[in-house]
């Protein structure tokens, strides 16, 4: 069995930094991928940023140059830093996992950290 744990959300004022962290644990051969996606109330779920097991990354047009997100296979941990802040952000960020597990192929959802961004 595989599982997420995300940590890192919390309230922050605009411009200010949160750093978002998802561990994967459990039976994994290997991760293809993980990323972090976010939701707010009334709208459908949105890719935030994710990061190959090669390293390549992928950002949403509106967080690119503020967030960085980064990933340490030692650990089947991914990060997602932060920055510059805006009220915008505000949304749960659920943690994503593309990966191989003993049993096959797994595709998994965090339980999802809220950032709050007040102006």
């Known amino acids: 069995q595989v599982q997420l744990v995300e940590s890192g959300g919390g309230l922050v004022q605009a411009g200010g930094s949160l750093r978002l962290s998802c561990a994967a644990s459990?039976?994994?051969?290997?991760?293809?991928?993980m990323g972090w996606y976010r939701q707010v109330p009334g709208k459908q779920r949105e890719l935030v940023a994710t990061?190959?097991?090669?390293?390549?990354?992928n950002y949403a047009d509106s967080v690119k140059g503020r967030f960085t997100i980064s990933r340490d296979n030692t650990k089947n941990t991914v990060y997602l830093q932060m920055n510059s802040l805006k009220p915008e952000d505000t949304a749960v960020y659920y943690c994503?996992?593309?990966?191989?597990?003993?049993?096959?192929?797994?595709?998994?959802w965090g339980q999802g950290t809220q950032v709050t961004v007040s102006s």
């Open positions: 459990g039976s994994i051969v290997s991760i293809n991928a």
């Open positions: 994503a996992l593309d990966a191989l597990a003993v049993d096959g192929p797994t595709k998994l």
């Open positions: 990061i190959t097991s090669g390293g390549r990354t």
